[in-house]
């Protein structure tokens, strides 16, 4: 009978310490809410999306330039080379259409870039703000 009682208060304890030993691992962990501990202050939120280069920033500008000084009267059908220095890259715009339609100048045009990571063909719009500024108002991958 003595060694049955010395088992089972031998389970006892190594029960005992196991659920203290554990205790120990859970009580950081906020499962029920009532910690005062955890800083709430903090949001997560989805990733942000692949930020614009610069050189593809300086592209957009330089396209937007081009196509903003161009004299549609003069240039007719005739395509519009353009390069950036800064970049590297240099491009034809191919079209270029002008529309009042919004209740503003916008242009519309069509342009190739070449540049280190390869060809790529963009559709763009660009569009004259009320301060007499021409803005980006699309430049979009084509393909």
Known sequence: ????????SGAAICL???TLSLAGCT????????????????ATGTVAGKPQSETSLSDEATVRNAVTSADLVKMGNTPLPWANAATGSAGV??????DNA?????RAFKT???????????A??????????W?????????
């Open 1 to 8: 009978m003595t060694k049955c009682l010395g088992r089972k």
């Open 16 to 18: 005992a310490t196991l």
């Open 27 to 42: 009580s950081s962990l906020d499962l029920f809410g009532g910690s005062s501990k955890v800083d709430r202050s903090l």
């Open 93 to 98: 715009v191919s079209v270029i259409q002008e």
């Open 102 to 106: 919004q209740g503003r100048v916008c």
């Open 112 to 122: 190739t870039r070449h540049s280190y990571e390869g060809i790529a063909v963009f």
């Open 124 to 133: 763009g719009q660009t569009c004259m703000t009320g301060s007499g500024d």
């Open 135 to 143: 803005m980006l108002t699309a430049f979009d991958r084509q393909g």
